[in-house]
Structure formats: C-alpha cells, structure tokens
C-alpha cells in the first residue's frame, strides 16, 4: 500500500520558518515527480512547490518563491519543504504528492498524503 505520511507542520509566528517533511513507502518513487499543495479554507487546493526526481528541476508558486525551499532524498524516499518568511496567507492544509511526471498541475500527481496543518498567527 502505497503512503505518504508529512510531518513537521504546526503553529508559527509571522516571519518565522517551519520544515515539512514527507515520507514515502510502499513503492520507490525515485523516478517521480513528488512535490506540495496546499488548500486553505474556503479556497482550492493549490500549487506551491515541486521537484523532479534528478533533483535538476523545481518548480514553485509565484506566491513562494525566495521563501521556500524543495528538496527529495531519494535514498530516503522523503521530500522536504522548508518554508521561511512565514505570512498568515501561508496558513493552510499542506498535502504531499507524488506522480510519474508532475510538474505544477494537481492532476499530474496521482498519489497523495493526508495533509499537515500550518497555521501563521500575524
């Protein structure tokens, strides 16, 4: 059974850093794309950052950009997140994904996690 289980979510200040972590089993996805999306309430659930499995090419949100950061172990199957200059816009149900050739599009990814619940207090 394939999982992604994140970790690392939490309650943060403004203008502070968190890590999310993803764990991958059940399947090597060395040759996938594994990335986050994030949903806030009330709104769709959205893009925000995405590595390819060489770890050559990333892609972020427009709305991330400088401030977080992707990175895979792909001997750990784990994706991290390191997300700084925290905004209360931030705050948001964050979900890790994986899929064969995902690049910024929720439809690319066919495997999700179960979410982790970042929280920015202004």
């Known amino acids: 059974q394939v999982q992604l289980v994140e970790s690392g979510g939490g309650l943060v200040q403004a203008g502070g850093s968190l890590r999310l972590s993803c764990a991958a089993s059940?399947?090597?996805?060395?040759?996938?794309?594994m990335g986050w999306f994030r949903q806030a309430p009330g709104k769709e659930r959205d893009f925000v950052a995405a590595?390819?499995?060489?770890?050559?090419?990333?892609y972020y949100a427009d709305s991330v950009k400088g401030r977080f950061f992707i990175s895979r172990d792909n001997a750990k199957n784990t994706v991290d997140l390191q997300m700084n200059s925290l905004k209360p816009e931030d705050t948001a149900v964050y979900y890790c994904?994986?899929?064969?050739?995902?690049?910024?599009?929720?439809?690319?990814?066919?495997?999700w996690g179960q979410g982790t619940q970042v929280t920015v207090s202004s």
């Open positions: 994904v994986a899929g064969r050739y995902g690049t910024i599009r929720r439809e690319e990814y066919n495997y």
């Open positions: 059940g399947r090597t996805f060395n040759s996938y794309s």
């Open positions: 590595i390819k499995w060489s770890e050559t090419s990333t």
